[in-house]
Structures are given as C-alpha cells and as structure tokens.
C-alpha cells in the first residue's frame, strides 16, 4: 500500500547518539501527521548491515581518546565532528582507525554496546546483526578474544533485559588479511560463541580483491558458519561475483553497483542472494553524489533482495528511520514496501530459525496494530 505520494522534502538530522527521546514519537522536526513517517518510526525494525564499532558518537570517540591519551586527527571536539565530512573512503577509513586505537579497557568495549542498545531502544530496532572486527582489536585494543567476550557479556545482558536481538558478524578486513585471516578464522574454529553467526569481509575494496579472502572464507564456511562480505560498495561488479562465487556469501553488504552489469543482477536474483543497502553512506562516501542516481528501485525490479540499514550511523549523521524516510520520499517506496524491505532482514538474517519466526511474528502483531500490510 502507498499512503502517501513521495515528493522532495529536507529530513531532519537525527538526534545525537545517545540522546534520550520518547520512543513513541516521531523523530523531531517529521510533521506528526505525517503518516508514513510516523510509522516508519514506530514500526519495530530489524538491520542487518551495521558496525558495532561504527555507533561509537563522536562524543564518546572524542571522551575516550581523552581519557586514553590517544591522539586523533582533530584537535578538538568541534574538529573531530568536522572531521565526519567525507570526501571518499580513504578519509573514513582514516578515521576508522584512529577510533579503533582508542578503545584501552573492557568499560570502553561495554560503553560502546551501551550506546548502541540505547540507540536501537529508541528507534525500535528489535533485530541486529552486527559486525564487529576482532583483528583491529588484537592490534589495538584489548585483544581479540577478550574483546568479543565483553562484548558478547554485554549484548547478551541487554537481550535479556528485553532489548535488541543482536548477532555478530565478525569481518576480516581487507587491507590486513595476512594478519586478520588466520587470527579471525582461529577464533571460529575455536570457539562457539552463541552470538556469532557469520564471518564477514570489511575494509577498503579499490586494490583488495575479494578473492584474496577465499582460503578462510573456505576453512570458516566448513567450520560450519555462513559468510557475507562487503562487494560493489567502490567496486564493481567484478567484486560481487567474487563475493558469491569465491566466498560462498549468503548476503552481500552494499551490492550496489551489481546494477552496472545485467548479468551480476540477473546472478543475485537467482541465487536469491540478499544486499543490505546503506543509502546515505553511499552519498557520504560518495558512491553516489546524488541519491536521485541510486539503484535500489532497479536491484528490487531486477529481483533482488534488499534490505536497508544504516553502516555506521554517526559517522555518516543518519540513523535507520532516516533510512527508510529517504527511500520512501526519494524512491517512493510504499509503507507496505518498505515493510516488506524490513522483513528481509528476518528472512535472510543467519540467527537460529526460531529466533527469526518468534521475531518474526512479533512484527506481525506489530504491523497489524500499526495497520502496516
Ligand atoms: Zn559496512
């Protein structure tokens, strides 16, 4: 169903990470009446393309590398948030890795899961999968193995006290597979972590083939866990078919630029292979300069699975309402569209079957009281 025509309209930005809002109202400055919107923002959601260390607020960033003594390439608060205007991947990737030296102490690991319960509370994000980077951990923080204990303690004690669903996808990153590979895919063998259900494959794509991930993608995959990995993001579509063909993923994170060849999107649809599209990182990081140039219609006519998430939310000042208020005023994606978008992150989400069907139902109900269908 359509309840309202799309039209061009300025969004509001989304409150700070962390700041605390009546989870029952629509995000600020979204006229109430506006249905669609509204419901947007109640309707409970699930994202599956989102980085645990990617919520870090640059607040908390700018308190933690304080408290640290960490250097970070800004000087002040005020420069740190300037820093957060991207002109291509290489100065986010920057960033990245400076965010990542200044996590010192397990408390920096559990404020860090704080904020992003707190974050999916007030947008009614029920479901999660999140990925999470144990190498850089190894390299910087409190090691890797210690560093998914605390957070996995911690995401475990929200769930239990009814908050967000959350599974982990722990990615290699591309720029440091020699190190990352070995060391993430002992971590699998090793281990049997409740939470952890799929490795991932992160990182910069321009000069990291996706191959060059295949021999632990191969020994994770038969220790028995599915695979995703980051394609089609700042590469083509050489680097989706590699993804599906070479890792053996079941989803694909962006897969955006699988639109570029006919024969790649006719592949994703037939193997019924998902992307979890994050549209406004695609315009940060300037995948795309203009949203209006965006290929989410042609992907979902083509066939494909899509779904929508947010990659890293303060880092590119959106959250996950945000999201689906774009593509509904950009796109003119219905409610019911949108909701269908939602439910394929329980559809092709890798936690246990009936983890997704109790969650799944639970939208139901949701969508019935909230008159979605
Ligand atoms: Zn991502």
């Known amino acids: 169903m359509r309840l309202l025509s799309s039209g061009p309209r300025i969004l509001p930005e989304p409150a700070a990470s962390g700041t605390r809002r009546v989870v029952q109202k629509a995000p600020e400055g979204i ?38 003594g960490v250097a970070l390439p800004a000087g002040s608060l005020q420069e740190l948030r300037a820093f957060y205007q991207f002109d291509g991947f290489d100065k986010f990737a920057r960033l990245w890795r400076a965010m990542c030296a200044c996590f010192r102490s397990e408390a920096d690991y559990e404020q860090m899961v704080d904020g992003f319960v707190a974050e999916c509370t007030r947008q009614h994000i029920r479901y999660v999968e999140a990925h999470f980077t ?55 063998e090793q281990e049997a972590n409740p939470l952890v259900v799929a490795v991932g494959l992160g990182g910069p794509e321009v000069g990291f083939p996706r191959s060059a991930a295949a021999p632990y993608f191969d020994r994770i995959r038969r220790a028995g866990y599915a695979a ?80 929508l998430s947010t990659d890293d939310p303060p880092f590119f000042g959106t959250d996950l309402v945000r999201e689906y208020a774009l593509a509904h005023q950009l796109f003119g994606l219905s409610v019911g569209e949108l909701w269908q978008l939602n439910l394929n992150g329980l559809r092709y989400g890798l936690a246990e079957t009936p983890v997704r069907r109790r969650l799944m139902l639970e939208f139901n109900a949701a969508a019935e009281t909230l008159g979605i269908g």
């Not at 249905?35 to 599956?48: F, I, T």
């Not at 960033?61 to 408290?67: E, F, V």
Request: charged residues 25%; neutral net charge.
């Open 228 to 307: 995703v990995a980051h394609a089609g993001e700042t590469e083509g579509p050489e680097h989706v078919r590699q993804a599906v063909q070479e890792l053996g993923v079941r989803r694909v994170q962006h897969g955006v630029r699988a639109s570029e060849d006919g024969g790649t999107l006719r592949m994703l649809a037939e193997r019924n292979i998902c992307c979890d599209v994050a549209l406004t990182s695609n315009r940060c990081l300037k995948v795309y300069e203009d949203l209006s140039g965006h290929p989410l219609k042609r992907m979902i006519a083509a066939g494909v699975p899509v779904t």
């Open 31 to 68: 006229a109430l009446e506006d249905e669609a919107n509204a419901l947007l923002a109640r309707m409970p959601k699930a994202e599956v393309h989102l980085h645990l260390e990617g919520t870090l607020a640059p607040e908390t960033l700018w308190r933690m590398a304080q408290r640290n």
């Open 134 to 188: 144990p190498y850089n951990h190894q390299r910087y923080g409190i090691g890797a193995r210690r560093a998914l204990e605390v957070v996995t303690r911690r995401l475990e004690a929200a769930e239990r006290a009814g908050g967000p669903v959350t599974r982990l996808i722990l990615d290699i990153s591309s720029e440091s597979i020699p190190q990352g590979g070995p060391l993430t895919a002992e971590l699998f």
